[in-house]
């Protein structure tokens, strides 16, 4: 009652007055203060009173907001869905969330959008990513918009079965961020070939490479030794090298497989790797390293990393976390931490490096 009373102070027309104390007395009921929610009846208000007292100084949004506890940006919002979609075509099986993420993402087909949800039952969510994958609410559905990425599975779209697989939304968002289509993308570690998925998907060009090949569209390649010509020109180069003998025997003890390497040669193995990276990446290319910390290692072996390749005239652009998921970790190694009283390394980390101008 006191937010009621704050907005009806100064109201001069006693029936100017009555009619703006039931307009608040509803919207208190549609936001839940008392009664039943009603998300269109809310909408329709807020509607109402942008109508009628347009530019009023004393009664209008801002007071309405201040009666029911709704910021004024979004009653405004509310008000213009409810303006955009009349009740007589309002699709009333879906929620007014529908609604609003199609008249904000699309609105000359925001009724085609709103029959597609309603025929194949999309969540608001599933609208907004359809309208961004043109048709395919899986297309964006692993793009993260801040500097953490989490992801509790592989994506099916991304690689197949393989030693230490990451998810495939790990380079698609790289991708996403740090590239544009047409360009070309190199991942020196491809293993099972996500980064090659997520590349096709985003429509860059991408050249993969392993010491062992799985996959016809990864070709042979030892990083330590060199990179191909073909893939000089490339804006990003992408490297999840294996740690701590992940992939123990499934390169046939090759000499030059970092899971098999000792701290000190596997960082030295990673500087190899990021010079003969010079060559191959355009001026403004990028570098992108995945890395986490290993059980038995002296150290954070991400500082060491983040040292070495400030040392070696790298520029380290973005440092993203990309920690690993319960699902990532076997149950053997879960029973054997609670036993002895030990955490295992969830930590990961995304390091996005370019070369230093000055090099």
Known sequence: ???????????????????????????????????????????????????????????????????????????????????????????????????????????????????????????????????????????????????????????????????????????????????????????????????????KLLERRCLGYDLVSVRPDIQQNDALIGIPSEAWGAKLIFIDPPYGAIAKGFYDNHPHCLSQMNQRDFLNALRTVANNCRKALLTEGYLAILVQNVYGWVGDTVFQVIQQFTDDQWNLVRRIQVPLSNHQISSSVMKWARENRQMVNTDRDLLIFQMSQEH
């Open 1 to 199: 009652m006191q937010q009621i009373q704050a907005a009806l102070t100064g109201i001069s027309s006693k029936a100017v007055a009555k009619e703006w104390l039931k307009i608040l007395t509803l919207a208190c009921s549609f936001s839940g203060l008392s009664g039943a929610k009603s998300p269109w009846d809310l909408a329709d208000l807020a509607l109402k009173v942008q109508i009628r007292w347009k530019g009023h100084s004393r009664y209008n949004l801002q007071a309405l907001s201040v009666a029911c506890g709704i910021s004024q940006k979004r009653l405004c919002l509310l008000a213009r869905t409810a303006q955009f979609f009349p009740p007589q075509v309002r699709f009333k099986q879906l929620s007014i969330s529908h609604h609003i993420e199609a008249m904000k993402r699309d609105p000359e087909r925001a009724s085609y959008w709103l029959e597609q949800a309603s025929e194949k039952q999309w969540s608001s969510k599933d609208i907004r990513l359809a309208i961004a994958g043109d048709g395919d609410p899986r297309k964006f559905s692993w793009l993260r918009c801040g500097t953490f990425w989490y992801f509790s599975h592989c994506d099916p779209r991304f690689g197949i079965d393989y030693p230490g697989r990451i998810p495939g939304q790990i380079p698609a968002n790289v991708i996403h961020y740090f590239t544009d289509p047409g360009d070309l993308v190199i991942d020196l570690m491809a293993g099972s070939g996500s980064t090659v998925d997520a590349a």
